[in-house]
């Protein structure tokens, strides 16, 4: 079976019942998205499939060959952040950072599916299968916002190291 | 003073944004093996047999542990405060509660784990169970513990209680008696990350642990008892957790794969399902709590009487604690001079119940301020007014008779009231946190405001305790 994973091609073993989440975590070694139900309920799985946010604890290998798949890892490593990223982090929308990774996916292909500006019931709407029990949902929908309209802080005051070496 | 009003970026706001963050199923080792368990399917039984020979010969499976497998099986949560270990890992004779572990297998994969849960075999008696705490008392109750179904604080007092004035002049006194009974049911903590551990037997005998707990310190603790190990033995790894709200206190992940690590001589992997965490993991308890308040016509609290009947589960994990607190809590933020707390903690078979936001705080402050609504109700009085005449002031004491030197109460509740859009009279407006003066010092709280002097604490066996303790 091949999938295009974060852009690479990749050839994957197991059967054609296999969920996708289980090759991704297991047999791929890419983690970021979570079993936090295995159940299609909770969206912490949410990977993009030919750029649909899609449950990959529910989605069959069988039914993805040749899919383009996008996990949180293929959408900017430290260095190079997407502007979504950068709001989630600099709004403070990760809390326990569980379904961070979902989140985040479901917000990308809002973004991508509308460019300009999001209001926020388009935000509510389309992250509403995803559970935040840190209960931090009107901070994630700010940064989807922020992100759509490019309103990026852009400058932490100041950086953990910097208050560490300052003997807070 | 860096930090204070600025923006600090998170330690882990970075990790957290690009999948970076590593939490406990997020770790896989060469070698590692997959966990299941064999739960009770009953809320009460004696347990017959138990026999795991064809689980062990299934494929892939490494080892099976039942409570013979454990080197101490029965370990209390808070042993270090003297309460007595009370709580298999694995069930011995009897199962006391739905989803109890009775063994746990370890294998290659999930799959094959599954697989050989399915193939042991047990034996049940089926006992009927309890479950209605207000039937504690009641003769021919189906009993929880050999000791009853409720557990004594002390070998002469079964309950957490406090004493505060003259609780029986309150009653004689008052105009009106006002009496609720409130009662807060079971929360899952419903965290998004499912409990989950991982154990590895180091080369040189050592096990690291990652684990989910909420408190690393307290499960080495405990998986040190379990194991009969010192806590030197063990290196526990954990603090990315997807979210506890109380309920990744409780330890039961870690001991367990620590036990199949040593067994099976390879990294054992255990990873709860979502109904396994929704089922079998501790909830916040239901509460069964009564108040009876003497007041005054006009809005005077003169005392409280109060009985609580916690439901601890089948084992009592973190239940006397939750209790004490709930007890102390029991006058809320306001002022009552006489006070009669009373709380059981008693046992059911119920999931063992456990933290939750607040650890019984909640559930008393839940009851005291809709009992605060009722006499407001009663009294035909505004229920602002009522609490803010009430609200504790620079002076007054708590039920435990601690003196109160910088109460927030009134600020807060003009705060709320503000917040809410609440349009108050001048005079309520006009109120502060400071010592009680003029209307607001009624004769009935002179008295307490001085009572700390007037009945100095003691130590049960009489003997006076060290100055400064009230």
Known sequence: MKLIVNGQPRTVGGNALTPLLRVLREEL?????????????????TVLVDGQPRRSCLLLLGSLDGAQITT???????ACLSDLQVAFNERYAAQCGFCTPGMLLAATALLRRKAGPVERDEVVDALGGHYCRCTGYVKI???????SRGELLGKMAVSTLEIRGAEL | MKAVGANVPRYDGVDHVTGRSRFVDDFSLPGMLWAKALRSPLASAR????DTSRAEAMPGVHAVITHSDVPKNVVGHQEFWGIAADEPLLAEHEVRF????IAVVAAETEAQALAAVLAIEVEFEEREPFFDVRKAWDSGQPQVTPDGNIYFYYPDQPQRQVRKGDVEAAFTVADVVVEGVYRPTAVEQAPAEPASALSVLEPNGRLTVHSTSQALYYSMEITARHLCVPVGQLKFVGGTVGGGFGGKIDTVTEPVTAVLALKARRPVKWRWTREEEMLCSSTRAPWHIEIADAVTKDGWILGRRTLTLHDAGAYMRTSAYACSKHTFHLAGAYSVPACAFNTFVVMTNHVPTAAMRGFGVTSASFAVETHMNRVAEVL???PWELRLKNANRVGDTSPTRVVYANPSTVTTLLAAADASGVDLPAELRAMSNGKRVGALLPAHLVEQQREPKAHPLVWRDGRPAPEGSN
Do not use: F
Request: glycine share 24%.
């Open chain 1, 29 to 45: 070694g890419l983690v970021g998205a979570k079993a936090g139900c295995q159940h299609g309920s909770c969206g912490t799985c």
């Open chain 2, 47 to 50: 347990v017959l047999r138990v």
């Open chain 1, 72 to 78: 949180v890892e293929g959408l900017g490593g430290p």
């Open chain 2, 380 to 382: 035909g009085m505004d």
């Open chain 1, 141 to 147: 929908v700010d940064a989807v916002v922020a992100a």
């Open chain 2, 98 to 101: 739905v989803g109890q572990l």
